[in-house]
């Protein structure tokens, strides 16, 4: 039934992600860890799912907790094309070696910009993938364009030509390895190039929103919902293609109102809301509170700013 909140509606919450960070706290499962070294080379502890399954043991696990960004707090241009996939490696042979008969990876929020590299050379000097991987992504981009999102986890503007021809060598490198060019494969540019080189060695592309929903049974939940609030850090035109928001947009009823939670909202995803003719309350923090707050504070402003929808009546 859920909780009744201090607005006096009945809410219940659901863990959701794209693929990025929180993918693993979609999933219910026996807890396990692996110690490996992280994406610098220091020592961390990986966290992991196991679930019996008809089709045998399945685990879960997320690329964030071995190459996250947070595991690189300040980084320069120099960490962020340093910082290697290599843990992804070694993750997911650790999970083969216990017998697993599926993988569900989510891939995002990485610190790396290695194009897989990392990762695929433990995997082909191991043999290869010998488990069934899902790759979760959040959104189809191709390979080259894992470049895309390198500037927010540090590389520099003026180190970005080197980038991508670090990404088209490895590119060729893959297929040379592989026998397939993660070139045109959607999905690929994920995690920093890292979808494109576990693709190329079997791994099949699978939407992390939906893969997420599942894991909580959120399906059912939409079709009795009669509001849904949810939300992203940064709402843009690639939040409606494929990662969380767009994938409940699509899943709940068109009826149904809807409030987006963001911490600065751009014009195209203004644009995008305008047409979609549908009721959504869109909850932009900066807008609201100013940037230095929303960012400073940022559960204290949206929880203010939830309460206050909820007690106008605006939302269901």
């Known amino acids: 039934m859920g909780a009744l909140d201090a607005s006096g509606h009945r809410s219940t919450a659901y863990p959701m992600s794209d693929g990025g960070e929180g993918f693993l706290e979609c999933f219910t499962g026996e807890q396990h860890f692996v110690e490996l070294e992280g994406p610098l ?22 690329s964030a907790h071995a190459i996250g960004r947070a595991l690189v707090p300040s980084p320069s241009s120099e960490s962020a094309l340093k910082a290697t996939s290599a843990p992804i490696g070694w993750l997911l042979l650790h999970l ?38 899902d790759v979760a992504v959040d959104i189809g981009l191709p390979y080259a364009r894992a470049i895309d999102f390198a500037i927010q986890k540090g590389v520099s503007e003026d180190d970005l030509p080197r980038l991508a021809l670090d990404l088209e060598a490895t590119r060729s490198w ?17 995690g920093g190039g890292l979808g494109g080189a576990l693709l190329s060695l079997g791994g099949s592309a699978v939407s992390g929103a939906a893969v997420a929903a599942a894991g909580r049974h959120l399906h059912e939940a939409l079709l009795h919902a009669r509001g849904l609030i949810t939300g992203e850090g940064l709402l843009d035109h690639t939040s409606f293609e494929g990662k969380v928001i767009g994938w409940l947009l699509d899943h709940v009823g068109d009826e149904v109102p809807v409030a987006i939670v963001c911490g600065a ?9 305008a047409g979609l003719g549908r009721p959504i309350s869109l909850l932009d923090l900066s807008a609201r509170y100013g940037r230095e707050e929303a960012l400073n504070h940022p559960e204290i402003v949206a929880a203010d700013a939830v309460l206050s929808l909820l007690r106008s009546g605006d939302l269901g």
């Open 174 to 190: 893959l297929e040379a390895s592989t026998g397939i060019d993660p070139g045109p494969l959607a999905g690929g540019g994920a």
């Open 96 to 133: 083969q070696q216990l017998g697993v008969q599926r993988i569900r990876l989510g891939i995002g929020g990485t610190a790396t910009s290695d194009g897989g590299r990392g990762a695929a050379t433990v995997l082909l000097r191991a043999g290869g993938l010998t488990a069934d991987l």
């Open 41 to 62: 080379g220091h020592s961390i502890r990986v966290p992991f799912l196991l679930q019996e399954q008809k089709e045998g043991i399945v685990a879960i696990a997320e």
């Open 265 to 273: 909202a751009t014009p195209q995803a203004l644009d995008h809301l």
